[in-house]
């Protein structure tokens, strides 16, 4: 539910950086990479049960009957749940046998691969890409210009992945070590960010002025004629 409200709306985009930490401490607890799978494929159906509701909406709008309607939207959860099914399972699979100081790295690598495989080859609703849950900070997504937005996604699971080993027994040092290292590119990333937007041109005064105007229109009222003169007065409050 967490990494769900990071997207908008309500768009808690700080949520996105801890709550995957809690998937990362559970699944490398498990005794089988089975269950560390289960507990992925719950997180990750869960999560889409709630940023996917307008499936369910949408279909009540259109006529659907209710069973038929709330079917269509767990049975979407449920297969859209199968990428953090694949993280769970890797990470229960791998929390034995990889050294303290590469967990966090290699379980976002993981992820960054499952997401991009998923993004390019499947059909997807693009809210599993984790670079989403930063819409509302600017200065963070500037990294996608670049490296894309599988980088970003990179960097909030490896934090996540970090903050989950502070949980755990044994090599408390190694682990702050990497909560810090991890913390750190968060904050040069957030920097490098804010100098690109800084170092932008401000409009010229000279010649045309052109914006974008995209009023925030419920998709259920915008066709029904009783509902224009509120659109109309949205448009006009922004001009």
């Not at 289960?38 to 307008?54: K, N, R, T, V």
Request: glycine content about 10%; proline content about 5%; aromatic content about 14%.
């Amino acid at each position: 539910m967490a990494t769900a409200i990071s997207l908008p709306k309500p768009g808690v985009c700080q949520l996105a950086w801890f709550a995957p930490a809690v998937l990362f401490y559970y699944s490398a607890h498990a005794k089988k990479p089975r269950e560390a799978a289960i507990l992925g494929w719950l997180f990750g159906a869960g999560f889409f049960l709630i940023q996917s509701f307008w499936i369910y909406t949408t279909c009540r709008f259109a006529g659907v009957p209710f069973p038929a309607a709330a079917a269509a939207l767990a049975a979407l959860a449920a297969v859209m749940g199968f990428s953090w099914a694949l993280l769970g399972a890797a990470v229960g699979r791998t929390s034995g046998r990889l050294p303290e100081w590469a967990k966090p790295w290699a379980w976002a690598a993981c992820w960054t691969a499952i997401e991009a495989f998923g993004a390019h080859f499947t059909p997807r609703l693009g809210g599993d890409l984790m670079a989403y849950t930063q819409w509302r900070w600017l200065a963070m997504i500037q990294i996608g210009a670049f490296l894309g937005p599988h980088a970003l996604g990179w960097l909030i699971m490896a934090f996540s992945g970090a903050l989950s080993r502070i949980f755990s027994l044994g090599q408390e040092n190694q682990k702050r070590r990497n909560l810090i290292l991890a913390g750190g590119l968060v904050v040069c990333n957030a920097l490098y960010g804010a100098a690109v937007l800084a170092g932008r041109k401000t409009p010229s005064q000279d010649g045309a002025r052109v914006e974008i105007l995209q009023p925030n229109i419920d998709q259920y009222k915008k066709w029904d004629e009783d509902y224009e003169k509120a659109i109309r007065s949205s448009f006009d409050a922004l001009l």
